[in-house]
């Protein structure tokens, strides 16, 4: 196995608006570039999946080159440019990506044992409201921005569904979806909107009393968070990369990497499990927000 390489943060790379791992000469081919979207900040993505960038290039036998961004914009930009070989996207940014950039998704998480997640709306417990349409008049705070699936896109669709429109509640917005319910635990608004699997997380289960927190609407499960590969790859290196991730469970080395990253498993998923997603933020953000690709 080739030996893993240090990771220098470089004033170059910040400039760039990306961490990355020096490359060097290919082994097998030009290096591939692996992408993971700024679900958390930079410096914890690089450690929780070099790891895996590492076993891909090892089994590979061809660097592998792992990259992500200190913000969505930047991200966003590096896909537009079609920049990244082997993606790990949100929902929302996969329906883009597929659409507008030759992505073709090959993987989905597994995480606390599910391929599947929720989004859901959340209130303290003692809370008087009961269903949805009562948020009318209520402020709801979001995790993230307007394109994240399960804190906003998915919560927004369970209010839609319950007949409340933009202007019938207060909109607001938080840094992170466990943020979000932080602030519904501190009453700081009346409900918060997150995915379901916030409510496990163990900087959020740690740092309150989830016994005092209730979900007030949940959606039917949808898939977890997408991995993709650029569709011009050669067919048998796409076909040897999925099979790399999704049988990480059956290598020793593999195990250890999904545990580095704080996961159970990734699993083979096709597109046809996101179509359903695209209809959602369709009805959400409009027709627009999916052709323009941004």
Request: charged share 25%.
């Amino acid at each position: 196995m080739l030996m893993r390489r240090r990771l220098i943060l470089a004033a170059g790379c910040a400039a760039l608006g990306a961490l990355v791992v020096p490359e060097v000469g290919a082994v097998g081919g030009r290096p591939l570039r692996m992408g993971i979207f700024p679900r958390r900040n930079a410096s914890l993505t690089m450690s929780l999946f070099q790891p895996l960038a590492d076993f891909l290039q090892s089994q590979l036998g061809r660097n592998v080159v792992l990259e992500t961004n200190k913000d969505f914009p930047a991200f966003w930009d590096a896909v537009r440019q079609r920049r990244y070989d082997i993606v790990h996207f949100n929902q929302y940014h996969y329906l883009q990506a597929r659409l507008h950039y030759g992505y073709r998704v090959v993987a989905r998480n597994v995480e606390f044992g599910s391929d599947v997640i929720a989004g859901a709306l959340y209130v303290r417990a003692e809370s008087r409201l009961q269903r949805t349409e009562e948020l009318r008049g209520h402020k709801v705070v979001f995790g993230g921005d307007r394109s994240a699936m399960m804190s906003y896109i998915v919560p927004t669709w369970l209010l839609r569904q319950a007949g409340l429109k933009a202007g019938d509640y207060v909109e607001e917005f938080a840094v992170s979806p466990p943020n979000a319910v932080f602030a519904a635990y501190y009453r700081q608004t009346d409900a918060a909107g997150a995915g379901d699997m916030v409510a496990r997380l163990p900087m959020v289960t740690e740092a309150i009393d989830m016994q005092k927190m209730r979900i007030l609407a949940i959606s039917p499960p949808m898939p977890q968070l997408p991995w993709a590969v650029r569709d011009d790859l050669p067919l048998e290196l796409r076909q040897l990369i999925t099979e790399l991730l999704v049988g990480l469970t059956n290598h020793p080395q593999g195990r250890e990497v999904l545990a580095d990253a704080k996961l159970s498993a990734l699993r083979a998923v096709d597109d046809e499990a996101y179509d359903r997603l695209e209809a959602i933020v369709r009805e959400v953000l409009g027709e627009q927000a999916l052709m323009d690709g941004q």
